[in-house]
């Protein structure tokens, strides 16, 4: 028998109860976390875990065989996240990601993101401007899938009633809510998902959206119903738009990294960038949420067209506050 394996095997005989008694332990926690530990348990663990880090470092030092040393090693990691790890539950890390890390990334990325806002502006000021001077180009803006009727064609009664009448609002609070959020969710991750491509399809995408809200404005300005229809639109709009916004600036974020990557590869840059644009895209989808509860019940159970607007400006200062003052004092906003 050589040396190397005469000295693991006394090392291993010198240490291995203590080895094989963090390891019960680090099973027990993982399968069921440490709170399962008993008390004397939870003591002993973290006594246990730099005893066997102590002796992974001599390990090491003589050069024992490689199998102790993959064992070891393996076992120190285990028991690190045991010892050291975050357990966080889901509600506090949900509050987390809303009170912190959605604010942080929304300030780090606000470039991006006022880039996205001024697309989309644009697109709205251009198909106002355009419609209102030729109803033609309603129909080049707004699909006629989009519109329900609402265009040219209706009747300001009709369209008026869009704006008011309830209906069998149990029915429409589902199916519009549902169609409402899969349709800009569907924009919003577009969004993101082709800001690799260099950042011109989302600018394409944020102008579109723009040219199609700012036709359906002009449309019910011109029947006399805009400043109602804006009122309609606010309740929900102000955290819908905003949710796109955000979106569309995640997507630039990305195509910064293509454009920009510095000393990195283009994949790398891409690869960094990434994680803050999903977190910006999962705070969209939520937002997206949000709006279509709100366009579903506001439309329903608020008529008062001052009521809408005051909840429309309520919920657009709730995020602004939230991005503006959210996660302040953790740590320092990158510039």
Not at 147 to 153: M, T, V
Not at 214 to 238: E, K, Q, V
Not at 264 to 279: E, F, K
Request: proline share 2%.
């Amino acid at each position: 028998m050589s040396d190397s394996l005469i000295r693991s095997y006394r090392f291993r005989a010198e240490r291995e109860a203590q080895w094989q008694d963090l390891e019960r332990l680090v099973s027990v926690a993982e399968k069921s976390g440490v709170r399962a530990l008993t008390p004397d348990d939870q003591m002993r663990l973290p006594v246990l875990y730099r005893a066997v880090v102590s002796s992974l470092s001599v390990a090491r030092s003589i050069s024992l065989d490689a199998s102790l040393l993959d064992y070891l090693e393996s076992l120190a990691t285990r028991a690190y996240f045991q010892v050291y790890g975050t357990r966080v539950s889901p509600a506090k890390a949900t509050r987390r990601f809303f009170a912190h890390d959605l604010p942080r990334t929304v300030r780090a990325a606000r470039h991006h993101i006022l880039a996205s806002a001024l697309i989309m502006g644009l697109g709205i000021t251009l198909g106002w401007l355009l419609t209102a001077a030729d109803m033609d180009w309603f129909h080049t803006f707004v699909d006629a899938w989009l519109s329900g009727g609402r265009d040219p064609s209706a009747s300001t009664n009709y369209l008026r009633s869009t704006l008011f009448d309830a209906g069998d609002w149990k029915d429409e609070l589902v199916a519009f809510a549902s169609f409402l959020f899969t349709h800009n969710a569907g924009i919003g991750i577009l969004c993101f998902a082709l800001g690799a491509v260099f950042g011109i399809p989302v600018v394409y995408l944020l102008f579109v959206n723009g040219l199609t809200l700012g036709a359906m404005c002009a449309l019910f300005a011109s029947r006399g119903l805009g400043t109602d229809f804006l009122a309609w639109l606010a309740i929900h709009g102000t955290t819908e738009l905003f949710a796109i916004i955000l979106c569309g600036g995640a997507g630039f974020l990305l195509a910064d990294g293509m454009v920009r990557p510095g000393r990195q590869t283009r994949l790398a840059a891409l690869a960094a960038r990434g994680r803050p644009a999903a977190v910006l895209v999962l705070g969209a989808v939520a937002m997206l949420l949000v709006a279509a509860l709100l366009e579903g019940l506001g439309r329903q159970l608020v008529q008062e067209t001052w009521q809408r607007f005051a909840i429309g400006g309520a919920m657009l200062a709730f995020w602004m506050a939230v991005f503006t003052l959210g996660g302040r004092g953790d740590d320092h906003d990158r510039a």
